[in-house]
């Protein structure tokens, strides 16, 4: 049997609403699906399908994820957002999402600009 991974950790990972994949179930137009209980299923390799189809790249993460690896809180991390203040970022529908390289990279310039 092949590994699954559930849609509600698609849409953590990625970002996505619950419709899209819905509408990818419907129209037939995405990767296999399995559903147990009241949960669907993919298989593990639909993840990468996801993942294309909104172009997000290995080391993306949403928001929440980001403030979460960043050690700062979620309101914490939209403000600094919103002032400009906080990593590189980008929208992919609903969703902000970050990379780890350009967090990395914030963080390195915030701890170097505070050693100065």
Known sequence: MPQLISASEI???TGLSAGVLVTHRKHKTGP????????????????QFFMQAT???????????AAKFLGLGLVVMKRIRRENLGP??????????????????????RLESAGQ
Not at 32 to 47: D, P, V
Not at 55 to 65: N, P, R, S, V
């Open 11 to 13: 849409r953590t990972k």
């Open 55 to 65: 172009d997000l790249i290995e080391g993306d993460m949403t928001e929440k994820a």
């Open 88 to 109: 590189k970022h980008r929208r992919v529908g609903n969703a902000i999402i970050y990379n780890t390289r350009d967090m990395e990279a914030w963080l390195k310039h």
């Open 32 to 47: 296999k699906w399995t559903r147990i209980g009241r949960e669907f299923f993919y298989e593990a390799s639909a993840l």
